[in-house]
């Protein structure tokens, strides 16, 4: 067990406070527990995939009971217009995917990838992924959400996740909650 004078000290140096060392009491435990459930019931890591080609998202796509879409990255004009048209196509594809057949659903899909493609020009992906979400007081109102989110290009241009905090009265499913 270290010498406070220690603690003190090896606090300064990483910028914490002292109390960090210290065992929480049973009340803090508790509370630190219930904020990390309240949290857990409110926030989703959503993996999301590029959209480079028509398969991306011809294979991915199919009806929404809603959509979000996150441009708040995207700052350039050109590059706006672009996530623009996209979401345009987002919304215009609601109601009709299924209706549609497999060549249209196709075409579609070729023509949302050639936008991708000209964003990322523009420095920018595409990225597409889904999540779930239920209501709070009626728990068997589940909706499928799909995620379009914008972001600019980097080293890893893969695979990336998007962070989703749920409003009231939505949460995460309790089966797609991670354990403690």
């Given at each position: ?155 890893h241009d893969g695979d990336r996740y998007g962070i989703v905090t749920l409003e009231d009265p939505w949460e995460v499913p309790e ?6």
């Amino acid at each position: 067990m270290p010498e406070v004078q220690t603690l003190r000290s090896l606090a300064r140096g990483l910028g914490f406070n002292i109390t960090v060392f210290s065992k929480p009491t049973p009340e803090q435990e508790k509370r630190q527990q219930e904020e990390m459930e309240r949290a857990l019931k409110k926030t989703l890591l959503v993996p999301t995939s590029p959209i480079r080609k028509p398969n991306d998202f011809y294979s991915r796509n199919r009806e929404w009971h809603g959509l979000l879409i996150n441009a708040g990255a995207v700052e350039a004009d050109d590059a706006l217009e672009l996530t623009a048209a996209i979401s345009d196509w987002m919304t215009d594809l609601d109601g009709i995917w299924d209706m549609s057949s497999a060549g249209q659903r196709l075409e579609y899909s070729a023509a949302i990838s050639a936008l991708c493609l000209e964003l990322e020009g523009l420095g920018h992906l595409t990225h597409f992924g889904h999540f779930r979400q239920q209501h709070m007081h009626d728990k068997g109102m589940i909706l499928d959400i799909g995620m379009i989110t914008f972001l600019p290009k980097a080293g890893h241009d893969g695979d990336r996740y998007g962070i989703v905090t749920l409003e009231d009265p939505w949460e995460v499913p309790e089966q797609d909650r991670p354990n403690l």
